[in-house]
């Protein structure tokens, strides 16, 4: 039950790097299509299209974030907190906007994960902005991830 999926649109066309997304959760439906909820697992990117009908099948290189230079992972726990903190901002924000009640704060977004999951977790929340999901996915790059998530 998992799958590659790579963002296409008519600009962009089919881009190289994807994730792997594995089903959690599915429902048929009545008219025999599939309601399914996917958690999004490693990066790849396409090395070569093997086949194009009636799916895209590739060969593809796993990618992995480069390591942090040593003394970097504060920094990197300093930066991730930064962006939870920003993130509960936006949630207290939206919420307000939205006209529902207000907690007096949000959960524990980090929810215990290091850097890398988390600047993961948060490029995920940024739904109807693909391009920029995207573009967060092809970094290769904890901080950089993190310092574009927090603009």
């Given at each position: 039950?998992?799958?590659g999926?790579?963002?296409?649109?008519?600009?962009a066309?089919?881009?190289?790097?994807g994730?792997?997304g594995?089903?959690?959760?599915?429902?048929r439906?009545?008219d025999?299509r599939?309601?399914?909820i996917?958690?999004?697992?490693?990066r790849f990117?396409?090395?070569?299209?093997?086949r194009?009908?009636?799916?895209?099948v590739?060969q593809v290189?796993?990618?992995?974030?480069r390591?942090?230079?040593d003394g970097?992972?504060?920094?990197?726990e300093?930066l991730a907190?930064?962006?939870e903190?920003?993130?509960k901002?936006?949630?207290?924000?939206?919420?307000?906007?939205?006209?529902k009640p207000?907690k007096?704060?949000?959960?524990?977004?980090?929810?215990?994960?290091f850097?890398?999951?988390?600047?993961f977790?948060v490029g995920?929340t940024?739904?109807?902005?693909?391009?920029e999901?995207q573009?967060?996915?092809?970094?290769?790059d904890t901080a950089?991830?993190?310092k574009?998530?927090?603009?």
């Open positions: 039950l998992r799958f999926v790579i963002y296409t649109d008519q600009l066309g089919i881009v190289d790097v994730c792997v594995e089903v959690v959760k599915h429902e439906l009545v025999d599939f309601f399914l996917c958690k999004g697992q490693e990117r396409v090395v070569k299209l093997v194009t009908k009636p799916y895209l590739a290189q796993w990618l992995e974030d390591p942090s230079d970097q992972e504060d920094d990197l300093k907190n930064e962006v903190t920003y993130m901002d936006v949630i207290r924000i939206s919420n307000r906007l939205n006209g207000e007096e704060s949000p959960e524990d977004l980090r929810k215990g994960l850097p890398t999951p988390f600047s977790f995920s940024f739904e109807g902005a693909p391009a999901q573009a967060l996915l092809e970094l290769e950089a991830r993190l574009r998530e927090k603009e």
